[in-house]
């Protein structure tokens, strides 16, 4: 089992009808501008609007996360800020588990199952699993939608770890834009040499 992370990849564009499509607005912002850079910009578009309940959502999400994987080169330091997080998040599950990183998941595990999501948990472990062997991620699914919801309904147990994940969130949020701000950077600096 394998701690649980939140990405902020989802830009917000629906067409019309609420429906996600290939040809959704176009979404603009730093992180945008660097998916197109980086070539993954058709990807991260599908993504807009995403409703993780549904297939093509988990398909765009899983397109953009290969698409950044092949261009790794280019995508290293978006990859080093997801890899960054997720450490954060991890040592500060510790903090508030007063858990030491062999016990984690145990301590984890038994956190997560003493509040009301027990079922909304394991669901999602049990999903983890599956995926893990099939080398698949278990971000953005239907069963993490659906754990998220109930541990925002039941804030007063599960607040420790939503916090967290809001910390996780705000600072990854600081630190694209910080990104975005040296890779707009760059050319200049390397036009004045």
């Known amino acids: 089992m394998g701690i649980m992370s939140s990405t902020d990849l989802k830009p917000e564009s629906k067409s019309e009808n609420n429906q996600v499509s290939s040809k959704?607005?176009?979404?603009?912002?730093?992180?945008?501008?660097?998916?197109?850079?980086?070539?993954?910009?058709?990807?991260?578009?599908?993504?807009?609007?995403?409703d993780a309940q549904k297939d093509e959502c988990r398909e765009a999400f899983s397109m953009l996360e290969k698409c950044m994987k092949a261009r790794s080169d280019y995508f290293e330091p978006y990859l080093a800020l997801e890899k960054a997080r997720?450490?954060?998040?991890?040592?500060?599950?510790?903090?508030?588990?007063h858990a030491k990183?062999?016990?984690?998941?145990?301590?984890?595990t038994k956190f997560m199952i003493r509040g009301d999501c027990k079922e909304a948990f394991m669901a999602w472990n049990d999903f983890c699993k599956e995926a893990k062997k099939n080398n698949k991620s278990c971000l953005h699914t239907p069963t993490m939608d659906t754990?998220?919801?109930?541990?925002?309904?039941?804030?007063?147990?599960?607040?420790?770890l939503l916090r967290v994940f809001k910390n996780a969130e705000?600072?990854?949020?600081?630190?694209?834009?910080?990104?975005d701000t040296r890779e707009g950077a760059e050319p200049d600096a390397d036009a004045n040499r």
């Open 24 to 50: 959704s607005k176009a979404v603009k912002g730093p992180l945008h501008v660097f998916m197109k850079k980086g070539g993954c910009e058709e990807s991260y578009t599908a993504c807009g609007g995403c």
């Open 147 to 160: 754990l998220f919801k109930c541990m925002k309904a039941h804030s007063d147990y599960y607040h420790p």
């Open 101 to 108: 990183p062999k016990d984690r998941d145990e301590m984890f």
């Open 170 to 179: 705000e600072h990854f949020k600081k630190e694209i834009k910080a990104l």
């Open 86 to 97: 997720a450490e954060v998040m991890l040592r500060e599950i510790d903090a508030f588990l």
